[in-house]
């Protein structure tokens, strides 16, 4: 069986093809290197010694994509291709909706062409905006507290329309919770350019000496120890998470929504002294004020996973901590 991977040189994309190769898929990644490197698929080929087939384009060029269906026989699509950086998109809100939409538009009706209506897509759990209470359902409410996030709703209502319109689609959306960590050969991880926005890279960042130190936005929510508490899953449990909805469609025809986290909730300050003990290694931080946009507390209800795509993490927040640190040195 044959999955396309757009998006596939990434922080996710390239931890589910390790996943898919290891189980014997034969994957085809698209993905335009806007934020990572092509080195990405001789890592990949490296960890599992599968051949990957790699095409450097475009997915809004639909002549583009025509040719990868034409050359491969694609069974299913993994859709992670699209711009993340909530910040970014606050500031530049239609390089967000140009790529993220287009993208996904693009990408559905070349599917159609092909008679390839399985489909994977990256959603977040952005789209529960400021939730109303956790652990989070997914039948919560959905709102966005920025366009990044509208993206992400948007594009769900997109998919859910081409379902209702035509029952042979199978599609799965998968609403991820905090992906941390890297795999543990430490060849692919997660690499950002610039200063990070996001804790995982950022400590790491401070415990390599490249940045001086964390600040740590507010430790006045109503939390246990005052300061915000997520959902941080590993990035390979997630991307097993993509292999167990590639099964899900093989099996059942229709449309579904699970969220991927573990269910448990972590404050800043538990990961930040796990990252220092684990990796025997200081962290420099002060508390400021609370950046604007969090919220105290976000983490999943997984029960839906585990029942409908029998999909549980297995892998706890020192392996999280050791493995992120660990791709850090190794690639400094
Ligand atoms: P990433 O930036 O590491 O990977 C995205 C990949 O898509 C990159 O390799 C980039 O070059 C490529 N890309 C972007 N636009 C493209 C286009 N038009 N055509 C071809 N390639 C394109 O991000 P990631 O962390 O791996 O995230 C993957 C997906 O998961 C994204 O859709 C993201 O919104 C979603 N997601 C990520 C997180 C997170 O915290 N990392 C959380 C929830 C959802
Ligand atoms: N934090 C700090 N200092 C930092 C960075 C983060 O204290 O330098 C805190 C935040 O205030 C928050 C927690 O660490 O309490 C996690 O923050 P992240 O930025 O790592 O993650 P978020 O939960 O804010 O958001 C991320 C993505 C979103 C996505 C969400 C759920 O950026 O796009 O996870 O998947 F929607």
Redesign the pocket.
Known sequence: MSVLV??G?????SHTCVELLNRNYDVVI???????KRSVVDKIEEITHKNVKFYE????DKDALRKIFNENKIDMVIH?????AVGESVLNPMKYYR??LV?TICLCEVMKEYNCKNLVF?????VYGTPRRVPIKETAHLSTTNP?GTT?LFIERILTDLYKSDNEWNIVLLR?F??IGAHESGLIG?DPNGIPN?LMPYIVKVATHELNELSVFGNDYNTKDGTGVRDYIHVVDLAIGHVKAIEKINKSKGLFIYNLGTGKGYSVLEVLNTFMKVNNVDVKYKIVGRRSGDVASCYANPEKALKGLGFKTTKNLEEMCRDAYNFAIKNK
């Open positions: 757009t998006g040189c990434g922080y996710i994309g698209v993905d335009n290197l806007s934020n990572s384009d475009d997915v809004c992670f291709a699209g711009f993340k790529n993220n993208s990256s959603s977040s759990a952005t990044y992400k991820y905090n992906p997660e996001n």
